[in-house]
């Protein structure tokens, strides 16, 4: 009895290690490198954006309005761009879409209450000379933007506890945290690391 405990122990613990390997092994990394072939620049980016809301429940019940944040370093035979990616979107269909880009015309980050004001540079990833998506939209309907950076930028963002996020010359649009997301500052952290050499 006391062996066929044991070998049962051992079957279980061996699933159990098989099992933690593979999760282990299968893990997506925080920073990924990709060679846009058509324009020959090499695009890193973090795996994990932050995500951003704007509670729109005076529209309906679980109305809310959606930044996916992420950042970007393109490397055109050593000339080194940053750019901030935004994904905006929302979940209410009567959103204006035009005057939405309008609001992110300029945005302004504030990491730990210090304020980042950034233009638009563009809305496609053409503006940051490649041809390839950069960051997969968080839904089909999605708009990207892209918004030019320093690294340092980039790293006040990465080491901040607490970002916002506001658009528009008034600022009207005012988006939080969804969630603390321990997985993208990690990958904001990992990429300055990255690029930063």
Not at 22 to 39: F, H, I, K, M
Not at 57 to 67: K, L, N, P, T
Request: proline share 4%; glycine share 8%.
């Amino acid at each position: 009895m006391f062996r066929q405990r044991t070998t049962g122990n051992r079957i279980y613990h061996g699933v159990l290690m098989t099992l933690l390997l593979a999760a282990c092994g299968g893990s997506q990394p925080l920073v990924e490198d990709n060679l846009d072939r058509q324009t020959g620049v090499t695009v890193t980016r973090s795996t994990k954006p932050l995500i951003l809301y704007r509670d729109r429940s005076a529209i309906s019940a679980h109305a809310r309005d959606y930044v996916y944040v992420g950042p970007v370093e393109t490397n055109n035979m050593g000339r080194r761009r940053y750019f901030l990616w935004l994904g905006v979107w929302s979940t209410s269909e009567n959103a204006d879409r035009a005057s939405e880009l309008n609001e992110f015309e300029s945005i302004v980050i504030y990491a730990d209450g210090e304020p980042l004001g950034l233009n638009v540079t563009g809305w496609n990833p053409a503006a940051i000379g490649v041809s390839d998506t950069v960051y997969v939209k968080p839904v089909a309907s999605a708009t990207d933007a892209f918004y030019a950076v320093t690294i340092d930028q980039i790293r006040m963002i990465a080491e901040a506890k607490d970002v916002e996020l506001r658009t528009g010359p008034t600022s009207r649009g005012h988006y939080l945290l969804w969630e603390a997301s321990a997985a993208a500052a990690a990958g904001l952290r990992a990429f300055v690391q990255e690029v930063n050499f």
